[in-house]
């Protein structure tokens, strides 16, 4: 599996590298057709959150894409990865049933 990271206004954090692969290992475990994710951090200082993450997973079928914004990266992580998880569960029931 493979992770690729691109920083918009932010400085490259190791911290939140480790951060976000800690929290996909879950993702690539349970769904192993996932074979790819890029994900994005951008900061904006247009909103009061400003803080956004989008991922984006390659994996059987259309790619799945998700982001937040929050008040900080680390939360933003986390939402995103939720909506993966829900996407995911779905695209799997999807994969498995026309098998």
């Given at each position: ?8 206004n ?7 590298e ?10 690539f475990?349970?769904y ?8 994005f951090?951008k900061k ?10 989008g ?11 998700a ?16 909506d993966l998880?829900?996407q995911?569960?779905?695209?799997k ?6 098998n």
């Open positions: 599996m493979k992770t690729v990271f691109e920083y918009s932010v400085s490259a954090s190791n911290r939140l480790s951060f976000t692969i800690k929290k996909m290992e879950k993702i475990n349970q192993p057709f996932v074979i790819r994710g890029d994900v951090f904006e200082n247009d909103n009061q959150k400003g803080h956004v993450c991922i984006r997973l390659s994996a059987p079928g259309p790619r799945l894409y982001s937040s914004d929050e008040k900080n990266f680390e939360n933003a992580i986390t939402n995103t990865i939720d998880k829900d995911l569960k779905k695209r029931m999807k994969l498995y049933r026309s």
